[in-house]
């Protein structure tokens, strides 16, 4: 009986604590991009402006992202993102789309999308619409072949296209 009550009573501590830290809004709050993206290394764009981490409390579109955004898209709006990366904010405008600006991977084997493609077009190239990886393919008859004319895009660290980010300095 003694035995059970133990278990019992370590349990119950044992939940508890979780249900605290769990429960536990985040220790330090952050409204500059910077201090944040040097404080937590890593955080990942939440594809609608600011990073995907409840930390940071700051603008959206910070202005020094948007102004380095700018630098290289003079007619831009506010369609940009932003991320942290090894302990320095990135920046990327998202375009039409907003694609380039998405964590991806290098897919080798065709998906579903792709595979559904060359089903129904055979003998064509898979356009962007109907792609849902950064690699090209081409239909061969109903199989989807890896269009080697097109290099694979390279990506950060992170699973990002290295070509669409810019560093963003203080």
């Known amino acids: 009986m003694r035995h059970r009550n ?3 009573a370590a349990f119950a501590l044992c939940s508890l604590a979780l249900i605290r830290a769990h429960a536990a809004p985040p220790s330090t709050v952050y409204h500059d991009p910077f ?5 937590v290394k890593s955080a990942d764009s939440s594809g609608e402006g600011s990073v995907q981490d409840r930390r940071y409390q700051g603008l959206d579109l910070p202005r020094k992202v948007l ?5 290289q898209y003079p007619r831009m709006d506010e369609n940009g993102v932003w991320r942290c990366m090894g ?3 990135y920046a990327c405008y998202l375009g039409a789309s907003g694609r380039a600006c998405m964590k991806t991977r290098i897919v080798r084997k065709p998906t579903a999308v792709v595979r559904g493609y060359c089903a129904q077009y055979p003998n064509t190239d898979v356009p962007n619409a109907a792609n849902d990886t950064f690699a090209e393919w081409i239909c061969r ?3 989807p072949i890896l269009d080697t ?3 694979q895009p ?7 296209l290295k070509s669409s980010w810019l560093e963003v300095r203080p």
């Open 6 to 8: 133990a278990i019992s």
């Open 35 to 39: 201090s944040f993206c040097r404080a």
């Open 67 to 71: 102004s380095t955004l700018r630098t």
């Open 87 to 89: 302990g320095k904010v």
């Open 141 to 143: 008859g109903t199989k």
């Open 149 to 151: 004319r097109c290099p």
């Open 154 to 160: 390279a990506l950060d660290p992170r699973g990002y």
